[in-house]
């Protein structure tokens, strides 16, 4: 938060069940002081069943909006007004903007952070027509394929360590989805020009994720997601071969501009000082 409050100050948080682990304080509490905007912004510890009179609380306290994390993601879908339609295809919120008529605004801003944090580590990267390769089906690759989907990409292999989850995502995202069974994930990447990790895989106190990159193209690029390390295994490896690569932690970055720029109305640089001083 800024150094000096007013009493017009305005005020932000992050909610979820737990929140003691969230980078957002941090990550919000740098552009604050950067751009000494007069606000703060709190982590708020909210139980499922105290989500519904939590979220109108603070909108009625004052709050210029919210960062959702885990589990409240869909389940705050019932109580707003208006839906983006990102949010809608990924079927989760993370920011609520409340408006001063009392309409809360639910946005997903997981896809623009992902995309962004490729323009901004690879800006050399073309996606156009491209074949990408993305691991997993959880709500993070939700968030991915929307945003290569509207990166007009060509075909996305998607494969995932259970295939009905796979085929069920295949079947709502449509379009240009092929789903790979998960023990030919190795054998699909020859012509790829983007692989992404979204499984928990290879992150800190999980299984390592077993994967050849020997079909690779010397120039794919291979981004994971995870930034708990902030270089995996998956990237080391990668790196080794001579591989441009792309670590998780700006896609947790560039996802919080939308929202900053909502409740303090200014539009913040992500830049490497920021990702020292969230990863501090």
């Known amino acids: 938060m800024s150094s000096a409050l007013s009493g017009a100050a305005k005020i932000a948080g992050v909610i979820g069940c737990p929140v003691s682990h969230s980078k957002s304080p941090r990550l919000h509490g740098y552009w604050l002081q950067k751009y000494g905007v007069d606000g703060a912004y709190v982590p708020l510890p909210v139980a499922p069943d105290d989500l519904r009179a939590a979220v109108q609380g603070l909108m009625k306290a004052g709050f210029a909006g919210l960062n959702v994390t885990l589990p409240h993601k869909e389940a705050v879908l019932s109580l707003v007004d208006e839906l983006d339609p990102t949010a809608a295809r990924i079927g989760a919120i993370n920011t609520l903007i409340f408006t001063e008529n009392d309409q809360i605004l639910g946005r997903n801003t997981d896809a623009f952070g992902f995309i962004e944090n490729l323009r901004d580590r690879q800006p050399n990267l073309t996606l156009d027509g491209k074949v990408t390769v993305i691991l997993g089906a959880g709500g993070a690759a939700r968030a991915v394929i929307a945003a290569l989907q509207e990166a007009d990409v060509g075909e996305i292999r998607l494969s995932n360590r259970t295939r009905q989850k796979a085929d069920g995502l295949a ?110």
């Open 171 to 280: 079947a709502e995202f449509g379009g240009n989805i092929t789903v790979v069974p998960w023990a030919e994930r190795s054998d699909c990447l020859s012509d790829a020009a983007l692989l992404v990790n979204s499984t928990n895989l290879g992150m800190t106190g999980q299984a390592p994720l077993e994967l050849d990159l020997g079909e690779l193209p010397g120039d794919a690029v291979v981004n994971d997601i995870v930034y708990a390390p902030l270089e995996t295994d998956l990237l080391a490896t990668a790196s080794a071969r001579g591989l441009a690569t792309v670590d998780g932690l700006g896609m947790l970055l560039h996802q919080g501009r939308p929202g900053f720029e909502a409740w303090f109305g200014v539009f913040p640089e992500v830049d490497e000082d920021l990702r020292h001083a969230v990863l501090a």
